[in-house]
Every structure is written in structure tokens, then in C-alpha cells.
Nanobody, 123 residues
């Protein structure tokens, strides 16, 4: 079982930055690839960024390329999402997720989820 707790959300103006953090309670954190997803009101949950087990490989949705950066610290069981140049379209609940066996960017591939942290970007 993996317990994930996100933090760092908030209300910011367009152009600002936020750093989201996710703390994982699991002994074998380095065996899980980690991802950030988001869900805006009335929309489906979507992939934002994924990082491989070692942290060497990262993948981003087109919406966040060049603005978002995912990183992990396996010694601290944590994964962060640095978000720069935020836009109103980035407004959503952001979720941290963990996956042991899958390989896609689809939320259905991820078995463990945090409770989410709200990000609101005002124009």
C-alpha cells in the first residue's frame, strides 16, 4: 500500500509560480514511477508529468512543456512539480499518483492516488 499526500497548492495570479510536493509513505518508493495529474471542473483527469523510477526520464503533457518540471528524491520519498508561468487554464485539482507496473500516461495505469491539492490561477 502507498499513501500519498500532496501539498503546495493555492491561489496565484497568472504568470506566477507554484511548487507542488508529494510525500509518499512506502518502503520501496524507488520501485514506483510517479506522476502528476490534474482535473479541472467538468473535465476528465489528465496527465501532467511523469517521472521514471530513477528520475532520469521525465515526460510532460504538451500543456506543461517548458513551464513545468517534475523531480523526485528517492531518499526522501518525495516527488515535486515545479510550475512556472502559470495560466488560468492550469486551474485544477492536482493529484500525485504512483504506479508499479504500468507504462502509459493514462490515469488508469496508476494504482495509488493522493487526495489532491487545489491550484487556482487568476487572470
Amino acid at each position: 500500500q502507498v499513501r500519498l499526500v500532496e501539498s503546495g497548492g493555492g491561489l496565484v495570479q497568472a504568470g506566477a509560480s507554484l511548487r507542488l510536493s508529494c510525500a509518499a509513505s512506502v518502503r520501496t518508493f524507488s520501485l514506483y514511477r510517479m506522476g502528476w495529474f490534474r482535473q479541472a471542473p467538468g473535465k476528465e483527469r489528465e496527465f501532467v508529468a511523469i517521472i521514471s523510477l530513477s528520475g532520469c526520464n521525465t515526460y510532460y503533457a504538451n500543456s506543461g512543456k517548458g513551464r513545468f518540471s517534475i523531480s523526485r528524491d528517492n531518499a526522501k520519498n518525495s516527488v515535486d512539480l515545479q510550475m512556472n508561468s502559470l495560466k488560468p487554464d492550469d486551474t485544477a485539482v492536482y493529484y500525485c499518483a504512483a504506479d508499479r507496473d504500468g507504462g502509459s500516461v493514462y490515469p488508469t495505469d496508476f494504482s495509488f492516488w493522493g487526495q489532491g491539492t487545489q491550484v487556482i490561477v487568476s487572470s
